[in-house]
């Protein structure tokens, strides 16, 4: 991705296990920042990187996911929203004992993303890889990617055989499974201005690439992703760009990521 970039500033290998590259692209400085998956990796991300970035962040989450619904391998899908999907352990608890639901897995409710962003961030996905494979839709986003993905297994006792379809019913528009927008959804929606003025100082969106079509049950190829990814880089840094004019009273000095 960074060789998109028209400059690298700074490159730094974390023990977090994070690699950053802070570069400009077209006068704007961009990071990108390779966080791992799950939900605590993006719980780290997003905290720390609101704690050493100035001002008003916008945050793209580029990623892969599973498809519960049209988009096929090699697709792309847009997050409206995401929510949450989460084991309830009490539920597996002998003899069960619950207090929060007597479900096995609690779906969380949807945390909107910033539609300006999603809005620059779909059209320039359309314009790269074609608008007949982007897709929009609620992302799911599981604390595993087994058991609360509806993976089937007989190691270990899951009751989610019909967890999918739970998620259609509960959520129409669900579209696919994966492992962080929600964390990046939930902490952008109770960021706090600096001044507290204005209650959010982070927008965030983010774009999925298809490695799995969980209907079809059909897999990317390695030839695809790559060559995905590169297509997707530059879309991505090029709706930073045009998202830029929305914001008002934004220095382009100060953060995308
Ligand atoms: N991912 C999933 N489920 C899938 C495909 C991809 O969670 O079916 C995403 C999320 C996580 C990583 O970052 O990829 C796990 O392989």
Known sequence: MAKFLDK???ERSSHRGFLTITGIYHGLPVSIVAIGMGLSMMDFFVRETRMVVDGPLSIVRFGSCGSIGEAKAGDVIVARSAFGISRNFDYFRT?????????????????????????????EMGKSVGDDHVFEGDVGNADSFYGSQGRIGTDFYDDNEHLIEHIHETYPGATALEMESH???HLAEVSTGADNSSPKSIRAACALMVFADRTGNSFISPERSSQLTNTCAKALFDSLVADMPSQEGLHPTEGSV
Do not use: G, N
Not at 98 to 108: E, N, Q, R
Not at 111 to 122: G, I
């Open 8 to 10: 690298v500033l700074f």
């Open 95 to 123: 003899p069960s004992d619950t207090h929060i639901s007597d479900k096995p897995y609690i779906l969380w409710r949807p945390s909107p993303a910033d539609s300006q962003l999603t809005e620059c961030v779909k059209s």
């Open 183 to 185: 964390m990046l959804f």
